[in-house]
């Protein structure tokens, strides 16, 4: 990080970009976290969101075309409800999108599904990426014992929790056993290794909001 600092510093051009295709790096969801990634790297707001728009159209001498809002460019781009320069969070806060001049309500556009959701965290657990984990869930998730005990609440307590096993446990890997899919509700009979000496045998029932797991329930 301290490097992509020098080198925007020194004049060099930055391009945003993730490597979407590993396993727990998610195509297009995983570029918020890049972006943040090189928030804390020292980079402005401004400088970040030149690297995933105007840059990449320098790098491709593709600048008249693309990367920019201007007459005669093309009309790809999205309507945000709040300036992602004060925060870059605000980049979610889509209004419309434009595809070659025509607006598009992103509510009409396709939503990822409960299971793919639960499936993405779960591929990013087993390859213990951190931000891509948490990314499928909700700001304000609730952890729960079966039935109804509280355990956890918030993705930030679930960074700091999760962040210390994946930094420490380097065999860690769940297997699920059985699936059932009800409607917004996933419910996983799941085989931990790498934790200690035997696995851990759980179920976890994950509930779907407003296309984020807002609930998850664990059973053992």
């Given at each position: 990080?301290?490097?992509?600092?020098?080198?925007?510093?020194?004049?060099?051009?930055?391009?945003?970009?993730?490597?979407?295709?590993?396993?727990?790096?998610?195509?297009?969801t995983s570029f918020l976290s890049e972006l943040k990634a090189m928030q804390k790297s020292g980079l402005t707001n401004w400088q970040i969101l030149q690297s995933a728009t105007i840059n990449p159209a320098k790098i491709f001498n593709n600048k008249n075309n693309i990367g920019s809002i201007s007459i005669g460019k093309k009309a790809d781009m999205v309507l945000l409800n709040s300036n992602p320069i004060?925060?870059?969070?605000?980049?979610?806060?889509?209004?419309?999108v434009f595809n070659k001049?025509?607006?598009?309500?992103?509510?009409?556009?396709?939503?990822?599904?409960?299971?793919?959701?639960?499936?993405?965290?779960?591929?990013?657990y087993n390859a213990r990426n951190i931000d891509a984990f948490l990314e499928p869930y909700s700001e304000g998730v609730?952890?729960?014992?079966?039935?109804?005990?509280?355990?956890?609440?918030?993705?930030?307590?679930?960074?700091?929790?999760?962040?210390?096993?994946?930094n420490n446990l380097s065999n860690l890997h769940c297997e699920i056993?059985?699936?059932?899919?009800?409607?917004n509700i996933i419910i996983d009979k799941e085989s931990v290794s790498g934790i200690g000496k035997t696995k851990?045998?759980?179920t976890a029932i994950y509930h779907i909001e407003n296309n984020k797991i807002a609930k998850v329930y664990f059973v053992q």
């Open positions: 990080m301290i490097n992509l600092k020098k080198m925007i510093d020194a004049g060099v051009t930055i391009v945003a970009g993730t490597n979407a295709g590993n396993i727990g790096t998610q195509h297009a004060d925060n870059l969070e605000n980049l979610t806060k889509i209004n419309l001049g025509y607006a598009i309500n992103p509510d009409t556009l396709v939503k990822e599904t409960p299971l793919a959701l639960v499936q993405r965290q779960l591929n990013a609730e952890l729960y014992e079966f039935p109804q005990k509280l355990i956890g609440k918030g993705k930030e307590n679930m960074r700091k929790e999760y962040s210390e096993m994946f056993k059985e699936r059932i899919i009800q409607g851990v045998e759980a």
